[in-house]
Nanobody, 121 residues
C-alpha cells in the first residue's frame, strides 16, 4: 500500500496561487493513475484532478482552466498548481493513488493527512 504525503497548503487571497506537492512512498512511475481530491467542511470529498502515467489529465469542471496537475518523475513528486483561487476552493486537499474502473477514477489505499488550503481576504 502506497503512503502519500501532501504539502504546500496555506492561506491565500482570492485570485492568488498555490502549488501543492505530493510525495509517494514508492516510485511515482509505478503509479498508473494519481490524483488530487479535496474536501470542504460539510461536503463530500471530490476528485478535482487526475493524471495518468502517460500524461493524460482530467479535471473537475469547477477547476478546469485554473488548476494544473503534473508529475516530476526525476524528483518523485506530483504537483497541483492552483491559480485564480476562489473562496470556494477552500478545503483540505488530498493526494490519491487511483484506479480506473470503466473510465471512472476511484481512490485506492489509505489517505494521507492532507494539506489545508484557505482562500480568504
Amino acid at each position: 500500500q502506497v503512503h502519500l504525503v501532501e504539502s504546500g497548503g496555506g492561506l491565500v487571497q482570492p485570485g492568488g496561487s498555490l502549488r501543492l506537492s505530493c510525495v509517494p512512498s514508492t516510485n511515482i512511475d509505478d503509479l498508473t493513475y494519481m490524483g488530487w481530491y479535496r474536501q470542504a467542511p460539510g461536503k463530500q470529498r471530490e476528485l478535482v484532478a487526475a493524471h495518468t502515467r502517460s500524461g493524460v489529465t482530467r479535471y473537475a469542471d469547477s477547476v478546469k482552466g485554473r488548476f494544473a496537475i503534473s508529475r516530476d518523475n526525476a524528483n518523485n513528486v506530483m504537483y497541483l498548481q492552483m491559480n485564480s483561487l476562489r473562496p470556494e476552493d477552500t478545503a483540505t486537499y488530498f493526494c490519491s493513488d487511483l484506479r480506473n474502473v470503466n473510465s471512472e477514477y476511484e481512490h485506492i489505499g489509505s489517505w494521507g493527512q492532507g494539506t489545508q488550503v484557505t482562500v480568504s481576504s
